[in-house]
């Protein structure tokens, strides 16, 4: 088990593009999804990239089941993502408020797709082909984003909807997740 040191917005290693992974199924890359692992659930998160533990390779994880930081999000399967790819499914974008490790303490209001397919590979190799909605595609959307080096700032709308999250408490928008 390895715990590693998430990277904090403005760390330029988190504004990097992240190279796709070469050889699946090899001992580098389950150490790595076991170190995402490890770390997503030292920092009580619901998703992490590599890029966030400084690992520039295109690999996420994500799970959410009765997660403190989002108590009314709807359970996600815990899934280790290789080399994903986004395929947004017509429709409007919907906004809800997100968080990041990397940005620890705030939120913004995101716009994201409300449905998309995506597709991957498992660690083992095999192929992912999902279609998702709500605070599974949104999590989909912003682990991904990581992988291009974008953090959800860039995505908000209005930046009056960003902010410390002990205080939008009380903003207008602002509905507890
Ligand atoms: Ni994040």
Redesign the pocket.
Known sequence: MAVREVLRMGDPRLLEEAAPIADLDSEGLHGLVRDLWDTMAAYGGV?L?AT?IGVPRRVVVFAVADSPRYPDAEAVPATALVNPALHPMPGDKEEAWEG???IPGMRGLVPRYAQLRYTGFTPEGDPVDREVSGFHARVVQ??CD?LDGI??PRRIRDLRNFGFEAELVGHPSHVPE
């Open positions: 998703g990239a966030q990041c490790l990397s912003h682990e990581h953090l959800y």
